[in-house]
DNA sequence: GTCTATAACCGGATAGAC
DNA sequence: GTCTATCCGGTTATAGAC
């Protein structure tokens, strides 16, 4: 038990897994993913083609671990900037910041995300399990980003809006995978003003006066979160 | 001037080109998106493959046709629907349970529509010219919703209300896409409570204590509308 | 210039030997 | 676990027929 934590030395073939997965990314980076033919990969990999298949069955799967690293660079970019701030506009602004920043320099490619996001048989969907860990751990952050602010949010609510709030973050996405615009300002704006709208729509929720509008909201969004469940 | 709108006889190469999108459709409908080859189509229209590709340049285009066709049955059945009711909540009801209706037959290779809604490049997507007018079609049936209605809008809101109830539409059938209940009972169930929520939110936005919020949303909506434009 | 066909290319994916 | 050989389908080049 008390060594059970040590990791045991990689196996030969965890190893060259490793090598295709880093040698997809770095490939990626340079060309897009289009551009990048499971064949490349493999010679980058020194490997050959039948065996970056062994390990990555098809090239989808590949990506998915290039959305692994892209979102832990999120998480690691998030967290430091979520210290410093208390205003929960200001927390949901630091969140969001960080992703734009974490994902700019995949802008032509990151269109790939969506089709694969809304394709249910897709790995990265976040409703297939490969993908799940990733939209967990999104929620995460956000619940993170909630709990620390000093805005009060009526219980029924808070249980729900991580969800909402990772779903809010995946349509910004979608909007920044369209903007043109110099410095994507568009998106800037959009999250800049968005995330003022929710935090003033989160208060409010509080009123009383509110309270039946949002008991229907949080309903809904309990009752509905899983298209996928039968 | 008086005979133009007379159209000219088909040419040989419309009555191919006509063929060609009969027998994808047929293809598409039957077998589904991925499964039918580019040398399918041709066969079944008696083309050779190289001729298919001279009429379409390429299968996402046949793709388009057939979206075409399916907006077009939407519009076909919503209208008639239209006319029998008034409240909002029934109108809008009215146009999404029409659209799913219509879309049904197609759901086991619907996630399609999002692959390339989502892809900047594709003609699908609704700021790319081919796949303009079907989005602007959309609205406008929405328009249609809103002013046969009993439900007085706010005039500033009213000029967003289409695009925002179109973009909604695309909402509902991204979950619809991942609804595997039986009879999509949660997606026609989102739909009947979806609805009730705009129409009242539409009714509460008409609130004095709430207009300025309100204005704040409408302006962002018109600000920001358009991700494309620089 | 409009239309049609054949052959080839390229890349994702698979089969099967070692 | 690794390779080579092959398949399959989207796409392109190109030549020629009407």
Redesign the pocket.
């Known amino acids: 038990m008390t060594d059970a934590a040590v990791p045991p030395p990689p196996?030969?073939?965890?190893?060259?897994?490793e090598r295709i997965v880093a040698a997809a990314l770095e490939l990626f980076r340079a060309h897009g993913y289009?551009?990048?033919?499971?064949?490349?990969?493999?010679e980058a990999a020194?490997?050959?083609?039948?065996?970056?298949?062994?390990?990555?069955?098809?090239?989808?799967l590949l990506l998915a671990a290039f959305y692994r690293e892209v979102h832990e660079a999120h998480l690691a970019a998030a967290r430091p900037r979520l210290a410093r701030k208390r205003a929960l506009a200001d927390r949901l602004s630091a969140v969001m910041t960080a992703k734009l920043e974490v994902i700019e320099p995949y802008h032509r490619f990151s269109a790939l995300m969506f089709r694969s996001a809304a394709d249910p048989e897709s790995p990265l969907n976040p409703f297939h399990p490969a993908g799940a860990d990733i939209a967990r751990e999104g929620e995460q952050l956000f619940a993170e980003a909630l709990t620390g602010s000093s805005t009060r949010v009526p219980s029924d609510l808070a249980a729900e809006l991580p969800g909402l709030l990772w779903t809010y973050s995946m349509g910004i996405v979608l909007y920044w995978i369209h903007d043109r615009s110099p410095g994507r300002r568009k998106t800037h704006a959009l999250v800049d003003r968005t995330v003022e709208m929710i935090a003033s729509a989160i208060k409010l929720a509080s009123n009383p006066l509110l309270r039946p509008f949002r008991k229907k909201v949080v309903e809904l969004v309990r009752d509905l979160r899983f298209p996928t469940e039968v």
Do not use: H, P, Q
């Open positions: 196996s030969k073939g965890e190893r060259t897994k289009e551009a990048t033919t499971m064949r490349m990969v493999a020194g490997v050959s083609l039948g065996n970056a298949y062994y390990y990555f069955e098809n090239k989808d």
